[in-house]
């Protein structure tokens, strides 16, 4: 498993005070107005991605620069990283359950409240597709398991052995401890959830994972649930998770921090707020990560998370930046 090498980037500090002094004008007019009415100022278009899948961000940048939309920019880019057999927690390559099986999870939500869902899902190499497709041609939400795989084939996805050299050996290795936690090492861990404005102010997203590594069979984690691993709202933002999914669940955090901006906070307040109220459930635990990423109408962005490490990937017009976010517990030197 590959780990992460984090950049600091300069430019995120003062994207930060500009947020900071935009929140603070919001802040106020939000008082006598309704938050969701921020002025165009905008930064749009944009794109932002949980972790340094800067491939992913070029990609839906690709479509959103040349006026292309945000369903479409946030569908392409997370494809990206589910055709990349290295990475090990997304699509092909993914790490399998600890039956050996490689089974998927994934969501998208476009600037109508659409949304579509695909969990348990086997053999398949862009589960966001599905997820797209049982959203567009469906009258459904979710589909899981073994119809969510015959729905796929129905609609021209090719049968894919999911499991590589990499991960079969890794998971044969496992298999001498058959070790298994439901806590994702802090660092080690790569759920991709994007979120994109478009030209016309749209916002949409996409989450998808392999989920947690060796999983009990038929587990499905936060990220193909709408609200707990992404949520869209339109007139107010959008907010994505990556870490434990579990805890995630609980605090339908996705949802919570879409709400948080909706009441006036920033997507940085809302992140760590969401992290906080986990936190207060989890008194002095230490042995988790989870990262959420957030984005305001107004292309503002935020990101915090449980232990130092986790960052985000974003592309607008002044051009890619890697931002690392801030953390509830501080980095142990
Ligand atoms: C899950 N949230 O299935 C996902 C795991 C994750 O990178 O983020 N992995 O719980």
Redesign the pocket.
């Given at each position: 498993m590959k780990r992460r090498t984090f950049i600091k980037n300069s430019t995120f500090s003062a994207a930060g005070l500009i947020s900071a002094s935009l929140l603070a004008s919001n802040n106020n007019e939000q008082k006598e107005k309704k938050p969701s009415k921020i002025a165009s100022t905008s930064n749009k278009p944009i794109v932002v991605c949980?972790w340094n899948f800067n491939k992913a961000t070029s990609k839906a940048w690709e479509i959103l620069s040349t006026d292309g939309n945000s369903l479409d920019a946030v569908e392409q880019g997370v494809m990206v990283e589910e055709a990349d057999p290295t990475n090990e927690?997304?699509g092909l390559g993914g790490r399998p359950d600890r039956d050996g099986n490689v089974t998927l999870?994934a969501c998208i939500m476009d600037k109508d409240g659409n949304c579509g869902s695909v969990v348990y899902l086997q053999n398949i190499v862009h589960p966001i597709s599905v997820a797209r497709k049982v959203m567009e041609n469906t009258p459904h939400i979710i589909l899981a398991g073994k119809g969510a795989e015959q729905f796929a084939y129905e609609n021209g996805f090719k049968k894919t052995d999911l499991l590589t050299e990499s991960t079969k050996k890794q998971y044969e290795e496992w298999k001498k401890t058959s070790k298994y936690e439901t806590i994702?090492n802090i660092e080690?861990?790569?759920?991709i959830g994007m979120l994109a404005i478009d030209n016309n102010g749209d916002i949409a997203g996409a989450c998808t994972?392999?989920?947690?590594a060796y999983?009990v069979a038929g587990?499905?984690?936060?990220?193909p649930i709408i609200g707990a691993?992404l949520y869209i709202d339109n007139e107010v933002g959008g907010a994505t998770?990556?870490?434990?999914?579990?805890e995630?669940i609980k605090t339908v955090g996705s949802f919570l921090i879409v709400e948080l901006m909706r009441q006036g906070k920033s997507p940085q307040e809302a992140c760590e707020e969401g992290v906080k109220r986990i936190m207060k459930k989890n008194k002095g635990r230490t042995d988790f990560q989870i990262?959420f990423l957030a984005i305001n109408k107004n292309g503002e962005t935020g990101g915090y998370c449980v232990h130092p490490g986790f960052t985000y990937s974003q592309f607008t017009n002044t051009g890619q930046t890697e931002n690392q976010v801030e953390s509830f517990y501080k980095k142990q030197n």
């Open positions: 949980t927690t997304v999870d994702i080690n861990h790569d759920t994972t392999s989920g947690m999983k587990r499905v984690g936060d990220s691993g998770a990556t870490g434990v999914g579990e995630v990262g």
